[in-house]
């Protein structure tokens, strides 16, 4: 290996661990400005080949260290989950690359580039993967959260990406970039399209109301459960305990039970469903609860159940976004012989068909499960449909101590930001959160204490611009590609019709 490709592939590297540094267990969010100029250097001049290994070795580096998490189910979950998201980084790098070498090259074409890589990896393959979006390192910082509720986390990513791509232009050419006339096009349409929306929607929400609410958290236990702990119905057992303590003097309207709280289908199980049934009764409150249950086919189902004041099950939401090689095993028939750590996952989930928007105390809240809650692109239509909260109920045990929980909960945050809607993000053994409409935290708890989380949100109505508009940047990410690749392709038939010279012939 030459000199010049290892200082390529060290920089793409050093780029990916350094993006990766800007998110949760170390947070250090400040790199995130910076983080991605030395892989844009690292393209530059470079073959289609060499980019796309530079990306790939970069996607290496910032996923294997923002999801290795995922080791706590050994490597052979963690390597493959690595090389699979490290090839949306080396899909961006070649095209980049390849538009680059035909004299296409500018910091908007390579953040929108960027953001079709990103969209892509949101939904495909299994539903997808978003939990590395670029934007969602800047969710400490207020202006990007604005940027969000106009155009979603694609926005921020797209504006973090363009500057970075200009910084790194400007050293890599010892001055500052030229500028094209079809790049200040660009520019002015990605500014005035968030300009009108201010100017229009922007500001179109309002309060409609508050909730009052408490959320249990009730699993201190950094381990799996024994089977003594199981027998003895450790997690209901210790969420019905704290919700004891509860008065309905505090005057509560929504007390939520977190994802696995419940051991059985509440729907079939005496002892929750009374428990359940008592609670909202004696606090005159609505309870949301959370538990596994079997579906028509043999499958589980991961299912919300709401109880109204008077004790009565009125409302269920089976997740539709469920977890591959977590919560479903695609291609279980072939993989089962040969992948022994999928013994943990002995039977398939089902997905659910409908969304869970449910009028509780006289505002229209949507319940989301977990993973769900970092998928911009599905939460929207929630609040399109006229949700005015939202609770997510998520369990992260598995994860331990790891930077997950707080990661998670930096997507629920900016969904916050992108529906201008607050966010209850409840969780069995924490990070439990309460964030307002705007994005920011308004109390936290720590991993793996019992507690019981107590407030009250002020419920919004109207919509943001994303909410009305949708993912338009990346719509626009897609056509300044395409014209891209249209430019491209003509300068290669203009090319091959060239008329060769005497000279050129001989």
């Given amino acids: 290996m030459s000199r010049a490709r290892a200082a390529r592939l060290t920089a793409a590297l050093a780029s990916g661990v350094l993006l990766a540094l800007s998110r949760p267990p170390t947070g250090w969010d400040v790199i995130a400005w910076f983080a991605l100029v030395p892989l844009v250097i690292a393209w530059r001049g470079d073959s ?46 070649a095209l980049v690359a390849c538009f680059a070498a035909r004299g296409i090259r500018s910091p908007l074409l390579t953040a929108a580039v960027w953001v079709l890589g990103e969209a892509l990896l949101a939904r495909w393959p299994f539903g997808g993967f978003s939990w590395g979006e670029v934007g969602v390192a800047f969710v400490d910082v207020p202006a990007a959260r604005e940027l969000a509720a106009l155009g979603g986390v694609a926005l921020v990513s797209f504006v973090a990406v363009a500057l970075q791509a200009a910084v790194a232009e400007a050293l890599a050419s010892r001055g500052a970039p030229r500028v094209r006339r079809w790049e200040l096009a660009g520019a002015a349409i990605v500014v005035a399209v968030p300009l009108v929306g201010v100017a229009t929607v922007g500001s179109s929400t309002s309060v409609s109301g508050t909730l009052r609410f408490a959320m249990v958290q009730g699993n201190d236990l950094n381990r799996d459960l024994t089977r003594a702990e199981e027998a ?162 998520t369990n992260n045990r598995s ?16 969904r916050a930001a992108e529906t201008d809607r607050p966010v209850l993000h409840a969780s069995i053994s924490g990070i439990t959160a309460v964030i307002d409409a705007g994005g920011d935290l308004q109390t936290t708890t720590e991993l793996f204490e019992r507690t019981v989380v107590r407030g009250e949100i002020e419920t919004r109505t109207g919509d943001t611009l994303y909410v009305r508009l949708g993912e338009w940047i990346v719509l626009l990410a897609l056509v300044a590609t395409v014209v891209a690749a249209v430019a491209v392709r003509r300068g290669r038939r203009s090319v091959d019709s060239t008329p060769m010279t005497a000279g050129e012939r001989t």
């Fill in 399 to 414: 994860y331990r101590r790891s930077g997950n929980s707080a990661q998670h909960l930096q997507a629920s945050r900016m």
């Fill in 48 to 93: 289609v080949r060499g980019a796309a290994l530079s990306g790939f070795v970069g996607g290496v580096g910032y996923f294997g260290v923002l999801v290795s998490w995922a080791w706590y189910f050994g490597a052979v979950a963690l390597v493959p989950f690595v090389a699979v998201l490290a090839c949306y980084w080396l899909g961006v790098a």
């Fill in 232 to 393: 003895a119905r450790y997690l209901p057992e210790s969420h019905f305990r704290l919700a004891s303590d509860l008065d309905a003097a505090e005057a509560l309207d929504l007390v939520v039970f977190p994802e696995s709280s419940m051991d059985e289908d509440p729907r079939v199980d005496r002892y929750l469903a009374d428990e359940l049934t008592a609670t909202a009764r004696r606090l005159d409150a609505w309870v949301l609860a959370n538990a596994t249950a079997d579906a028509p086919d043999g499958r589980a189902d991961n299912l919300n159940v709401l109880y109204d004041p008077s004790g009565d099950l009125v409302g269920t939401y089976s997740k539709r976004h469920l977890v591959p090689y977590g919560e479903y095993v695609p291609f279980r028939a072939v993989l089962d012989d040969w992948i022994g750590a999928l013994d943990r996952i002995p039977r398939d989930y089902a997905p659910g068909d409908e969304p869970g928007i449910f009028p509780i105390a006289g505002r229209r809240v949507a319940t989301i499960i977990c993973f769900e809650s970092a998928f911009s692109h599905e939460v929207r239509p929630l609040v399109r449909d006229g949700a005015e909260a939202i609770v997510v109920t």
